[in-house]
């Protein structure tokens, strides 16, 4: 089988990514794979050596086109036998939006996660959607890093978020419930590794600063020059930078608004670390809620979106819902987590890299790449 996949997959951030692993995963399972980039904002020269074979490949004679793009840049065609989308959507619906119409001009719509399913299935979008998680290279788990070196937090737990900084990913939500919850004589740290396109680390860092004291006046436990200082880092750093601090911190906290997945969140869990997530999306597909080990979905209810930093003027709207995770709920799973590594350190770590390990096994390229191939040859 020849398949053509479109994507994002030269920028920054995670969606490149993801198509990035998909792309890989199918190769993994034998199928020949044409890509051609689509550039939104800026390329990254870096890029897989495997992915530079498939751009360079002929497209005459594919099969197949994936399209992993935003859903206004779809095209309809004829010209295979199967044109899929592969769309990443964060809130309860998308059927006010444009892109609900986008995706109907395809003959199959791909989603990572059951309940972006759901919603598409349950607002009537007439054709057939599958479920077709995110790949992840497993072999970067199991490397060697050179440690990273973040000052202030050595000797302590290590509570942490790495992502936008943007509404939907709620920090307000991560930052307050750190600081309701723990004093700032425990031995306990909160880390922000944050990044926002086209804005300088001094820029940034100065807005995530305001943020974070708007949250402690408010909270009033303390004058917010009292309060446990966070750890920041705003500057670019690479992945395997990334990867070693995945390696030193604990517990990853992403009470977002909403995932299509979360690669940082599938990313902690490898790493050894427990992701505290909103119960919604993406992590819910590999979050065992059974088991503490590979982490917590955090409860909650769907209020009106109220974002002022959406990507589009369309999208995020008081139209839309999205997740709003229990605080109680979330301070209490952090704690949990805190005490449990207090009380065996080396049994917390073993039992949640075992669980960790063992869960993202399911998502390794060849497993993946087989789920689809095995869509991709349904009739």
Same mark, same amino acid.
């Given at each position: 089988?020849?398949?053509?996949?479109?994507?994002?997959?030269?920028?920054?951030? #995670?969606?490149?990514?993801? !198509?990035?692993?998909?792309?890989?995963?199918?190769?993994?399972? #034998?199928?020949?794979?044409?890509?051609?980039?689509?550039?939104?904002?800026?390329?990254?020269?870096?890029?897989?050596?495997?992915?530079?074979?498939?751009?360079?490949?002929?497209?005459? #004679?594919?099969?197949? *086109?994936?399209?992993?793009?935003?859903?206004?840049?779809?095209?309809?065609?004829?010209?295979?036998?199967?044109?899929?989308?592969?769309?990443?959507?964060? =809130?309860?619906?998308?059927?006010?939006?444009?892109?609900?119409?986008?995706?109907?001009?395809?003959?199959?719509?791909?989603? !990572?996660?059951?309940?972006?399913?759901?919603?598409?299935?349950?607002?009537?979008?007439?054709?057939?959607?599958?479920?077709?998680?995110?790949?992840?290279?497993?072999?970067?788990?199991?490397?060697?890093?050179?440690?990273?070196?973040?000052?202030?937090?050595? +000797?302590?737990?290590?509570?942490?978020?790495?992502?936008?900084? +943007?509404?939907?990913? +709620?920090?307000? *939500?991560? =930052?307050?419930?750190?600081?309701?919850?723990?004093?700032?004589?425990?031995?306990?740290?909160?880390?922000?590794?944050?990044?926002?396109?086209?804005?300088?680390?001094?820029?940034?860092?100065?807005?995530?600063?305001?943020?974070?004291?708007?949250?402690?006046?408010?909270?009033?436990?303390?004058?917010?020059?009292?309060?446990?200082?966070?750890?920041?880092?705003?500057?670019?750093?690479?992945?395997?930078?990334?990867?070693?601090?995945?390696?030193?911190?604990?517990?990853?906290?992403?009470?977002?608004?909403?995932?299509?997945? =979360?690669?940082?969140?599938?990313?902690?869990?490898?790493?050894?670390?427990?992701?505290? *997530?909103?119960?919604?999306?993406?992590?819910?597909?590999?979050?065992?809620?059974? +088991?503490?080990?590979?982490?917590?979905?955090?409860? #909650?209810?769907?209020?009106? *979106?109220?974002?002022?930093?959406?990507?589009?003027?369309?999208?995020?709207?008081?139209?839309?819902?999205?997740?709003?995770?229990?605080?109680?709920?979330?301070?209490?799973?952090?704690?949990?987590?805190?005490?449990?590594?207090?009380?065996?350190?080396?049994?917390?770590?073993?039992?949640?890299?075992? !669980?960790?390990?063992?869960?993202?096994?399911?998502? =390794?390229?060849?497993?993946?790449?087989?789920?689809?191939?095995?869509?991709?040859?349904?009739?």
């Amino acid at each position: 089988m020849k398949v053509l996949y479109i994507a994002h997959y030269r920028e920054f951030g #995670g969606w490149s990514q993801a !198509a990035v692993d998909q792309m890989l995963a199918l190769d993994s399972v #034998g199928v020949d794979v044409v890509c051609r980039n689509i550039t939104l904002t800026s390329d990254k020269e870096k890029i897989h050596p495997k992915i530079k074979e498939f751009e360079a490949k002929d497209s005459s #004679g594919c099969d197949v *086109c994936i399209q992993h793009v935003l859903p206004h840049h779809l095209v309809g065609t004829d010209q295979f036998k199967k044109n899929i989308a592969f769309l990443e959507a964060e =809130s309860f619906s998308i059927k006010s939006l444009p892109w609900f119409s986008h995706l109907q001009m395809m003959d199959q719509v791909w989603v !990572a996660n059951q309940d972006l399913k759901d919603s598409l299935d349950r607002d009537q979008l007439g054709i057939p959607v599958k479920v077709v998680h995110h790949a992840t290279d497993i072999k970067k788990y199991k490397k060697s890093y050179r440690q990273i070196n973040v000052a202030d937090i050595q +000797n302590t737990f290590k509570f942490y978020y790495a992502g936008d900084l +943007n509404d939907r990913k +709620n920090i307000e *939500c991560i =930052s307050t419930c750190f600081h309701s919850e723990f004093d700032k004589s425990e031995d306990v740290s909160l880390l922000l590794k944050v990044n926002k396109f086209g804005m300088d680390p001094q820029s940034l860092h100065q807005i995530l600063d305001n943020l974070l004291r708007e949250t402690k006046t408010k909270l009033r436990v303390d004058n917010p020059d009292n309060y446990k200082k966070e750890a920041v880092i705003t500057v670019q750093i690479s992945d395997e930078e990334m990867y070693s601090l995945h390696k030193l911190c604990d517990c990853f906290l992403l009470p977002s608004h909403g995932e299509a997945w =979360s690669i940082p969140s599938l990313d902690a869990m490898g790493f050894g670390n427990t992701p505290v *997530c909103s119960n919604f999306g993406g992590p819910k597909e590999f979050i065992d809620k059974d +088991n503490k080990n590979t982490g917590t979905l955090i409860d #909650g209810v769907f209020s009106c *979106c109220k974002c002022s930093d959406s990507a589009f003027p369309d999208m995020f709207t008081g139209r839309e819902y999205w997740f709003q995770p229990c605080e109680k709920q979330m301070r209490e799973t952090m704690r949990y987590y805190y005490e449990s590594y207090k009380k065996d350190p080396v049994a917390h770590k073993k039992n949640s890299l075992e !669980a960790g390990l063992a869960m993202v096994e399911k998502f =390794s390229y060849k497993n993946i790449g087989e789920g689809m191939l095995e869509v991709l040859n349904e009739s």
